[in-house]
């Protein structure tokens, strides 16, 4: 049984078409040893990636990957256990570049992104707001 997680991130500031080149280089190198696989999709300073496998390699990589000073706001959208086949079974780390001119589909693609970030950040936002709302409710004088 496998592990899926998705999450969804912002460059930090001045990250370079290097560091882009490294954090490819080092995924493929380290998922290929870990049987890691995924695909990691860019847009105008977006990342959206799936990564999946073994569970517990999975899980350490996404806690690695978390803190990695290369992006921010890195939001967890999804972890899926029990999984029994691979959505990229061929690539230790695919990369998309939704900005790349020869994507046909790159407009809905990048439309997509951003509005899975703009629903998670809304998603943040209320859960904040309610929490806030049940710590009142306990704290009424
Ligand atoms: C957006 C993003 C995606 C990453 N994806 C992976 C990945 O799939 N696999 C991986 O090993 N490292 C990935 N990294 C890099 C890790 O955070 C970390 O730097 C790396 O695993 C360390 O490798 P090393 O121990 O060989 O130096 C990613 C980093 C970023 C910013």
């Known amino acids: 049984m496998l592990t899926r997680i998705k999450y969804i991130s912002r460059f930090a500031p001045q990250v370079t078409p290097q560091d882009l080149k490294a954090i490819l280089d080092e995924s493929v190198k380290n998922n290929q040893k870990k049987g890691v696989t995924g695909v990691l999709a860019i847009s105008k300073g977006l990342f959206f990636q799936i990564i999946e496998g073994p569970r517990a390699d999975v899980e350490e990589l996404y806690k690695t990957i978390a803190f990695d000073r290369r992006h921010e706001d890195v939001l967890l959208l999804n972890v899926e256990h029990s ?3 691979r959505l990229y079974p061929d690539w230790s ?38 929490e806030r709302a049940i710590w009142k409710e306990f704290h009424k004088t």
């Open 83 to 85: 999984i029994s086949t």
């Open 93 to 130: 780390m695919r990369v998309l570049d939704l900005d790349s001119d020869s994507r046909a589909d790159g407009q809905t693609l990048r439309f997509l992104l951003r509005a899975t970030l703009d629903a998670r950040r809304l998603q943040k936002d209320l859960t904040s707001t309610l």
